[in-house]
């Protein structure tokens, strides 16, 4: 599997770049001695017109690169823990619908279907507005938005492996249903839902940067999204300061887009596109 | 007489890291016309590849490395793509083993055989429904008029084969190439296609290179025969010649491994009763709204019979006949409407479900895929062990277990530390026994247990359980389609169609004396019983 991973020149490209974002994600302390919302220098400083400051400074003279490093960290922390939780909620309740189908399907896919009805965003807002904008109720509310597609997929692969005949053989060997589901049927899910999952952080990351856009991000966060949002009054006269947190966050999710895809075609090599024989 | 098609010394080389260089390698023969020229091979022996060059149908990485197909003076293999395009359906036409897949599901059948004539640009629109109709008139479907206005879904197996052939038939082919295209099917509907395809041949002149793993379908309908093994042909000759003097030694193992009609002596039955089935029902209700009554398919209709202790009752039907249903509601996957199944004096029929997974291990399945009946995520250790130690018993006497009967089925111990993946279709299907004898039960039930394999591979799974049958006493229900396979292994045998046992008797009344017409009908329709027969009677 990892074989056919690396044969994948997209996907070790997404891998190096998301390594990147990660070694300045943990680093940045170190990198940067300065916290991101110190004024270093006066404001409006553009990208190397001063030495120690690459990216320039921004409306209230704080470091850019700072910005970004820190930035970085609040980025793939919230991408990471709200897909784990949306992954908490989904899994199971796919996986009772989908195996034991009949009310509890037809009970839980209601639920499911309640969620989707309401526009994702505006469900994310909504719930940020309610609770107090902090890092862990930004976390829960996208996790909240987040969880009904991989409850669907995760019912519709139960659905098709528990017809599968090793079940039937399962079932004659006396094992209880739950049972079956935990040990026989869910490990022969987890490839989509990885497939699945890395894909959700890189929309969790956006939909992150979108509620900081709007100022319902944690106001004690330094994030991508924040930056843009605050920099969108002087983006004509100061590109820099939405330029670049731009380009980290196309760099981010396109990364995490190519893992997605290759592991798709590793995990899955019949569905493979490239359909090689 | 013609030649229609040549091939010389044809070689189609595989991508790197395959299991062997080439799929086909140095193969030739000729057709000429009129004949019907069967290829014989197991899976894996190129045979359909080979085919699938003719047509310029081969899997990307796939290439032809050397040789030529000479057809009508034209070397088919270097065509360019768009004179390949004019000559397939035109000159030379392909048949499928699946006919639904080979179907569009959403055109009706009739636009499907004039999109054939669209796609050569002949005829007009309304002549082209004409030509329709008369196609499928020669393919002798019932009622044309309605089957052109059909949707595949609409058509049985044996129709849907038929439509492919009207098709194939559509432009006069002079090469028809048929791959597989019985092996789906039920042997009555399968001895209709071939005399259908034996009719044709009469009629219309063309050569047929007919594909098949068969020999009996190759004794039935074959002039010349070659046999493939590896990519290699081993032996080539007139079909008698072949069939009752076989020359290469593979070809000769081929033929011993195809179960014979001869009978196996008959065996004193104890009278305990391992099984008993008593007026079992099962009606299955699909539909049903406010304009539509729900449809009712009768599976098991007032089915009663008993297996006794170290017997292995055959269970012969055709697809549709309830033979599977019976069996999966004997081990309870499928709840009955109606009637008993008792094992040991229990009536599964009637446990609740927490009693019933105590009383699981008493009837065992072997199933019919091997490739579906193992968890491709759990090691064979864990599918043998999983239900003795739920059962109570201690882990590592269960595994000690586990490994002796993987060295009982014959495939060592060591077998057991490893995923199903590195196992054959025949590999998987041994453990999928040793699984089931890991419960110590008191019944098998083999549905169709050997059919998806190979003969060769088929007659050693067959020697495991006759041998098993000795050593444990062990009860099967052998479930299967195919009598000459029933015939190797059983003790009675039960016939059933449409959901009712028409027939049941000893291995030899229902072969030499059969009551039913039915069962005399499905005897008629084994492939080439004229030729065992002979084959028995000299043996």
Redesign the interface.
Known sequence: MWKRFRSNIGAVIGVVLLVLVIAIAIFAPLIFANSPWQMVQRPFLAPFAMDGLPLGTDTLGRDVAAQLAYGARVSLLVGLVSTLVALLIGVPLGALAGFYGGYVDEGAMRFTEFFQTIPNFALAIVLVAIFEPTLASITLAIAIVSWPPVARLVRAEVMSVRK???V?????????KP?ILV??VL??TVSPIIVMASLMVATAILLESSLSFLGLGDPNAMSWGYMIGAARTVIRSSWWLSFFPGVAIIITVLALNLIGEGLNDALNPHLSRK??? | MSTTLTIEHLSIGLPEGADRPFAVEDVSFAIDKGEILCVVGESGSGKSMTANALMGLLPPGVTVKAGRAMFEARDVLRLPESEKQALRGAQVAMIFQEPMTALNPLMRIGDQIAEVFAAHDRYTQSERRERALELIREVQLPDPEKIIRAYPFQLSGGQRQRAMIAMALALEPKLLIADEPTTALDVTTQAQILKLILDLRERRGMAVMFITHDFGVVAEIADQVIVMREGKVVERGAAATVLNDPQHDYTRRLLDAIPTGRLPEARALSETPALEIKGLRKVYRTGGGFFRPVREVRAVDDVSLSVARGEVLGLVGESGSGKSTLGRTAVRLVTPDGGQVLVGGTDLAALSDEELRKQRHKVQMVFQDPYASLNPRQRIMGAITDGPITRGVPRKQAEARARELLEIVGLGADAAQRFPHEFSGGQRQRIGIARALAMDPELIIADEAVSALDVSIQAQVLDLLRELREKMELSILFITHDLRVAAQLCDRIAVMQKGRLVEIGTVHDIFLRPQQEYTRKLLAAVPGADWEQQRTATV
């Open positions: 599968r005949e090793f039937d053989a399962a079932t004659l060997a006396g094992l209880s049972r040990r026989q490990p022969n359909g090689k024989a």
